[in-house]
């Protein structure tokens, strides 16, 4: 059975931080790519990050460079999303997805077969 439960949003004030969690049944996250995704109220869900847990490959979108790492740990099989300096606009329910491996287009939401219930992050001022 395909599982993903997510973990650790909550909220925090600006310039705070937060570390998301996705753990996965194995077969899950087996030569697969695993991504975080985020829906704000009114907005399509985009895709934030994404790693391949075969070779570790990370992919970001360009509004989280440098602030948000993506990584994981094979052992639990769980992958994280460490998110810094937050933003107002980070606010949002954060989605762990699953697919085979990553494709260029990895950050589109419908190339995903997996999904988890989400998380939310809120960040105030």
């Known amino acids: 059975q395909v599982q993903l439960v997510e973990s650790g949003g909550g909220s925090v004030q600006a310039g705070g931080s937060l570390r998301l969690s996705c753990a996965a049944s194995?077969?899950?996250?087996?030569?697969?790519?695993m991504a975080w995704f985020r829906q704000a109220p009114g907005k399509e869900r985009g895709g934030v990050a994404a790693?391949?847990?075969?070779?570790?490959?990370?992919y970001y979108a360009d509004s989280v460079k440098g602030r948000f790492t993506i990584s994981q740990d094979n052992a639990k099989i769980t992958v994280y999303l460490q998110m810094n300096s937050l933003k107002l606009d980070d606010t949002a329910m954060y989605y762990c997805a699953a697919r085979g491996p990553c494709p260029s287009m990895w950050s589109r939401r419908d190339v995903y077969n997996y999904w988890g219930q989400g998380t939310q992050v809120t960040v105030s001022s």
């Open positions: 790693i391949s847990t075969d070779s570790g490959i990370t």
């Open positions: 194995a077969r899950t996250y087996s030569r697969n790519c």
